[in-house]
């Protein structure tokens, strides 16, 4: 057995709209990479891989595809949220940009952007899917402080 351990490196999302995820995506800056449309055909399966040119693999599989190669895959309770998907944004004005242009395009606004106590803007939507996206500006030491419970 090799001494290297698990690197993380990639993040399957099923999604049961594949257009509308794909553009939520997009409008987050992720770039289509790899969109081999229905396979195998007569499926109705898809996957659509995209990034941003730095991080993890993200791939998008519709229901279909998730079957093909999870034989244990379920469909998930819709009011759970056990994934919360992060995406770092280079100033606290671009995550309350960002997220305004996304609840303004008919998205969930799930957490307004706000000054969190480990020092980063934050805010949360939900994309078409359901999952959470956290937006989060660089941390600023400075700005960190000890939430009331």
């Known amino acids: 057995m090799s001494d290297e351990g698990p690197r993380f490196n990639?993040?399957?999302l099923v999604v049961e709209d594949m257009e509308a995820a794909v553009a939520f995506y997009q409008a987050l800056g992720m770039t289509v990479r790899f969109d081999g449309g229905e396979w195998p055909p007569g499926s109705g399966a898809r996957?659509?891989?995209l990034d941003n040119g730095e991080g993890a693999i993200f791939e998008?599989?519709?229901?279909?595809?998730?079957?093909?190669?999870h034989?244990?895959?379920?469909s998930p309770d819709p009011e759970a949220r056990?994934?919360?998907l992060g995406?770092?944004?280079p100033s606290r004005e671009a995550?309350?940009?960002t997220y305004q242009a996304l609840v303004a395009a008919g998205h969930t606004g799930r957490q307004e952007p706000y000054d969190a106590f480990f020092g980063a803007r934050y805010a949360v939507v939900c994309d078409p899917a359901g999952n959470d996206v956290g937006l989060m500006s660089p941390i600023d030491q400075r700005r960190r402080?000890?939430?009331q419970l």
């Open 47 to 49: 996957h659509v891989a």
């Open 95 to 97: 995550v309350d940009e």
């Open 87 to 89: 995406f770092s944004l």
């Open 10 to 12: 990639q993040v399957n």
């Open 82 to 84: 056990t994934v919360l």
């Open 145 to 147: 402080y000890t939430p």
């Open 71 to 74: 034989a244990g895959w379920r």
């Open 60 to 69: 998008l599989d519709n229901p279909a595809m998730a079957r093909i190669y």
